[in-house]
């Protein structure tokens, strides 16, 4: 069940690149998160709409949210201090299916945030494999490292890890069927070509889709998705779907 409160910003902190961790303080609602799930948070008393965030980590009573600076929206986030209080909607949307074992988790840019969430909440089972377009872009590595059971970097200029995208690096890793889920984050056109993949292998395979949204509880119909069973909210029916609802995967 959804709430609308408002939370405390207890941290802000800086990352490499546009990247921003937005830490928050709330009572119970955090209690009932669950990875895949996001919120809508006013970044600014100036706009009408929220913006949808996933979240990153919630842990001790805090919330995390781990962005990059796109727009107005958030570059009016990144201003707002320790101490600020901020209008939070949420828990909204579906979670991930919980992974029974080992899986693959594939992330690209800011698709990291929704699949940090999963590799803590399922810590030492995934393999992960983290695009970006370069070096700065890559952020926690370290923490991720924590979490996850094998970490592949992949940077499209190959200024760090191995060169490519983060899908070249799972597909030249596992020429043969990995028997592994696949959950997957990141731009549309990785999401669409990861499902594609998964389907060909008959694999599982969860992906998220963090298209743009307006209301973000299923009222305004600006986020639907032509799926297999007709029209569906992004921000109701997912932002998880499996790989083979989709019509384009
Ligand atoms: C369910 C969900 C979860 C999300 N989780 C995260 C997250 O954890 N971290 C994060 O950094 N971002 C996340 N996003 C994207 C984030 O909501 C947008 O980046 C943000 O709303 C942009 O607001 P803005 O006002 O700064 O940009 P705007 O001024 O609205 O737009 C600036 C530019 O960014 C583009 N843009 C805006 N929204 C999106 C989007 N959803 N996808 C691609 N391009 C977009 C616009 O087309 C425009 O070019 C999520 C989106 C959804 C739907
Ligand atoms: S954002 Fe309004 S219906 Fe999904």
């Known amino acids: 069940m959804h709430r609308l409160f408002k939370a405390r910003i207890v941290q802000t902190t800086v990352l490499s690149g546009s990247y921003r961790l937005l830490t928050l303080s709330s009572e119970e609602y955090i209690r009932h998160c669950e990875a895949g799930q996001f919120f809508m948070l006013q970044t600014g008393s100036e706009f009408l709409l929220k913006r949808p965030f996933s979240i990153f980590s919630h842990r001790g009573g805090l919330l995390y949210f781990l962005y990059c600076i796109r727009g107005k929206g958030t570059k009016r986030l990144s201003e707002l201090r320790e101490g600020d209080f901020i209008e939070v909607l949420g828990p909204l949307g579906k979670a991930y299916p919980k992974p029974a074992g080992d899986f693959i988790a594939l992330a690209g840019g800011s698709g990291i945030a929704s699949i940090y969430c999963l590799l803590e909440d399922?810590?030492?089972?995934?393999?992960?494999?983290?695009?970006?377009?370069?070096k700065g872009d890559i952020v926690l590595a370290d923490s991720?490292?924590?979490?996850?059971?094998?970490?592949?970097?992949?940077?499209?200029?190959?200024?760090?890890g191995v060169k490519g995208n983060a899908l070249e690096a799972l597909c030249s890793k596992y020429q043969g069927d990995p028997p592994m889920p696949i959950y997957?984050?990141?731009?549309?056109?990785?999401?669409m070509a990861v499902s594609r993949w998964a389907l060909d292998k008959g694999l599982p395979c969860y992906i998220s889709l963090e298209e743009h949204m307006a209301c973000g509880v299923g009222a305004c119909l600006s986020c639907v998705v032509e799926t297999r069973?007709?029209?569906?909210g992004i921000c109701k029916d997912g932002p998880i779907f499996s790989a083979g609802e989709i019509i384009g995967a």
Request: with cysteine; glycine share 14%.
């Open 122 to 134: 399922n810590k030492g089972k995934g393999h992960l494999f983290y695009g970006a377009k370069e």
């Open 184 to 191: 997957a984050c990141g731009p549309k056109q990785m999401l």
């Open 144 to 160: 991720l490292e924590k979490v996850s059971k094998v970490l592949t970097i992949a940077t499209e200029d190959g200024s760090l």
């Open 229 to 232: 069973e007709g029209l569906k």
